[in-house]
């Protein structure tokens, strides 16, 4: 098997890169209870996008399990769950955290994952109207018995990473999420891995 191509996303940074079909992407959390956001995208023939509510719809789960598929608004598969070497959870009903939630806050001009997202799309050449809602890995904000949601401290560990597969050639945007004045990442920000392995 060749040496996976590794990408080092920085704390509260973001990264695009492409992948073809088959290969194989591994998000690494290196030092633990540090969320990262995912988008998938396909630019041709047309403009998809990795949608989570597709996703929650098809698979009839809050998030897919080994051997689901992430699917597209178009509901085609963009990404399978081939490995999930972290305790979870993971999150699929936040959107990605923007300036106005920093505003909100009281931390204006604050980094954050969307405008992350569209620096990066923006790189390749994309330019959209709206943010697609992420997939937020690692991220610890399973719903209550009362209906709320509450986001709580990462407890994936150091090492703690899941396994992707491409179904289609995609651009992938990946997010070291930007939030450290609340427990969401542990109360500091630190660095993704990404690891990409050629598909055979």
Known sequence: MPDPRRIVVPPQSGRSFRVSRGDLVRIV????????????FTTEPTLDWLS??????????????????????AAKPMLTLVEDASPGPHDMLYPACDSALYERAGFPN???CRDNLMQALAAEGISLPFAPDPVDLFQNSLPQPDGRLVVEASINPPGGSVTLRAEQDLLLVVTACSV???????GVCTEIEVEITAGS
């Open 29 to 40: 959390d290196p030092k633990g209870q540090q969320v990262s956001d995912l988008w998938a």
């Open 52 to 73: 989570t509510s597709q996703t929650r719809d098809i698979t009839e789960r809050l998030f897919p399990g080994t051997g689901d598929h992430f699917y597209s608004a």
């Open 110 to 112: 604050h980094p954050n």
């Open 180 to 186: 450290d004045y609340y427990p969401t990442n542990g």
